[in-house]
């Protein structure tokens, strides 16, 4: 019988498919320094973001011979190793792309209405200060009509541009794999649009969009930086709800208290899961705790697709 610990949990649903196809599953998250020894009594496991599986947990690991990314990346799991041991590694890229896409606009609308620094604010001045708050606030932008830039183009990219196009907005993105094709807006009634787009170059995206936002891969280095910032119009927005490490957060904070941008959305972060206080406390930052996936629809999704993937892979 095949025995699963899903140490970072899954969606009633995906837990419930795996039961019927004859699968033992566990939901008690075991701490990483106890996991080695945990998984001596599994033959799989799966994962989100909060669980690493290096290389040395795998070779202490052999029992195991599938390993499930709930989401899209691998950042915690060095897939390449594992392959090499002979070991499945699978994930859910598509299952979570219009959550995160939606949390997205959350903090574009957020930041250009004030939201993450009028909800700090009117529960303390409202009452006393609230047309000089109303003043402060006087000066919200539509995003209609501008141009979204979109670094990262793959399916999350894709259902962000979705979002875009609907809104009315203008999009720019930019890839490592050119693309040049549709992007299909369903709307309401079962009519769909397809609107064509085409990649151009990062320094096309970068200098000519009214908004930024993220969808790469953990990099080596940070693709906005300093330089970056610099080549920007002045005021833009910038938005990360891909991966941290992916901008200089202290160049971002140096371009935001010059006005060089005018507001972030930060949903991922260098040092998590304790970012640096200066983002914390930035009254120009629109905050979410790495929540992009974390909808009851993006999870049922990976669950349902978490457990199809492991019961392809066992009953082959």
């Given at each position: 019988?095949?025995?699963?610990?899903?140490?970072?949990?899954?969606?009633?649903?995906?837990?419930?498919?795996?039961?019927?196809?004859?699968?033992?599953?566990?939901t008690e998250t075991v701490p990483q320094d106890k996991l080695v020894e945990a998984l001596k009594n599994y033959d799989a496991i799966t994962v989100r973001s909060a669980t690493q599986l290096r290389k040395e947990t795998i070779d202490q690991s052999p029992s195991i011979k599938l390993i499930g990314r709930g989401g899209v990346g691998m950042d915690n799991i060095d897939v390449e190793y594992a392959r090499s041991k002979g070991i499945a590694v699978v994930n859910t890229p598509a299952a979570s792309s219009l959550s995160?896409?939606?949390?997205?606009?959350?903090?574009?609308?957020?930041?250009?209405?004030?939201?993450?620094?009028?909800?700090?604010?009117?529960?303390?001045?409202?009452?006393?200060?609230?047309?000089?708050?109303?003043?402060?606030?006087?000066?919200?932008?539509?995003?209609?009509?501008?141009?979204?830039?979109?670094?990262?183009?793959?399916?999350?990219?894709?259902?962000?541009?979705?979002?875009?196009?609907?809104?009315?907005?203008?999009?720019?993105?930019?890839?490592l794999y050119p693309f040049e094709g549709n992007i299909t807006l369903n709307l309401q009634g079962g009519i769909t649009v397809d609107i064509p787009i085409k990649t151009v170059s990062l320094e096309e995206v970068i200098g000519n969009s009214d908004f930024i936002t993220l969808h790469t891969p953990f990099?080596?280095?940070?693709?906005?930086?300093?330089?970056?910032?610099?080549?920007?119009?002045?005021?833009?927005?910038?938005?990360?709800?891909?991966?941290?490490?992916?901008?200089?957060?202290?160049?971002?904070?140096?371009?935001?208290?010059?006005?060089?941008?005018?507001?972030?959305?930060?949903?991922?972060?260098?040092?998590?899961?304790?970012?640096?206080?200066?983002?914390?406390?930035?009254?120009?930052?629109?905050?979410?705790?790495?929540?992009g996936a974390a909808t009851n629809e993006a999870q049922e999704r990976i669950g349902v697709e978490l457990a199809s993937l492991i019961i392809a892979h066992f009953k082959k």
């Open positions: 019988m095949i025995k699963i610990l899903a140490n970072d949990g899954i969606d009633p649903i995906g837990k419930a498919l795996l039961e019927e196809a004859g699968f033992v599953v566990d995160v896409a939606e949390l997205v606009f959350g903090h574009l609308f957020t930041g250009v209405r004030f939201l993450q620094d009028s909800n700090r604010k009117m529960p303390v001045e409202g009452a006393t200060k609230f047309n000089v708050l109303k003043k402060a606030y006087a000066k919200g932008i539509e995003l209609r009509g501008k141009t979204l830039g979109i670094i990262g183009f793959g399916r999350i990219g894709r259902e962000t541009a979705s979002v875009a196009l609907g809104l009315g907005m203008n999009v720019l993105a930019y890839d990099a080596d280095k940070p693709i906005l930086g300093a330089e970056e910032f610099a080549k920007m119009k002045d005021g833009v927005g910038v938005v990360n709800c891909s991966r941290g490490g992916t901008i200089d957060e202290e160049a971002l904070l140096t371009a935001l208290d010059s006005g060089k941008l005018s507001f972030a959305g930060l949903d991922v972060f260098d040092n998590e899961p304790t970012p640096l206080a200066a983002l914390l406390s930035h009254s120009k930052i629109s905050l979410t705790p790495h929540i």
